[in-house]
Each structure stands twice: as C-alpha cells, then as structure tokens.
C-alpha cells in the first residue's frame, strides 16, 4: 500500500513511502533516457542514500511514526525515445 508520493521536506524529497504489510518501503525511482550518463540505478550514491534516510527521518517525525522496520528500495526505470520502458527494482539496495 502507497502511503505517500513526492513527499517534500527542506532537506529533501522521497519518491514513494509504501507498506509491505511487516515494514515501511522507502522508494527512490531513477529514470533515464539512455546510458549516456550511466545506468539509472547508479544514480542512487551513498549521498544521495544519505539524503533519503534524513528525509525518511523528516517523514517518520512528521506521520509520528515511533519505530519500525524499513527498507530501502530503487527502481531504476529506463525509458528510450520511441522504444519500450523497462524497469529494474532492487529491493534493500541501501
């Protein structure tokens, strides 16, 4: 189940916030256009890694959320001009 999208804060924004019923799924979604500037999923550095674990603090806080579980996901979307979209999902990727 979604429980949020695009949530924003001032250090940053969570792509999706899901439930897989036992845990909190933290989710960044990449898309690229081509390889040209690397895989999607090779976007997602340990910084930015970081930055979404701040951010999913800033969402804990805010949905007075005390403690639970979480995993962090990416999927990494691939999505050419005029060819067909392909997605990657990794599951705990950080």
Request: overall charge positive.
């Given at each position: 189940m979604v429980l949020s999208r695009n949530w924003r804060c001032r250090d940053g924004e969570i792509d999706v916030v899901a439930t897989d019923r036992w845990r909190l799924v933290v989710c960044e979604v990449k898309t690229r256009s081509n390889f040209a500037f690397g895989a999607p999923a090779e976007?997602?550095?340990?910084?930015?890694?970081?930055?979404?674990r701040r951010v999913t603090e800033a969402w804990l806080t805010a949905h007075?959320?005390?403690?639970?579980e979480i995993r962090f996901d990416v999927v990494a979307v691939l999505a050419p001009p005029g060819g067909p979209v392909s997605f990657q999902h990794y599951e705990a990727a950080f």
């Open positions: 976007a997602v550095t340990w910084q930015k890694a970081a930055r979404i007075q959320v005390r403690w639970c």
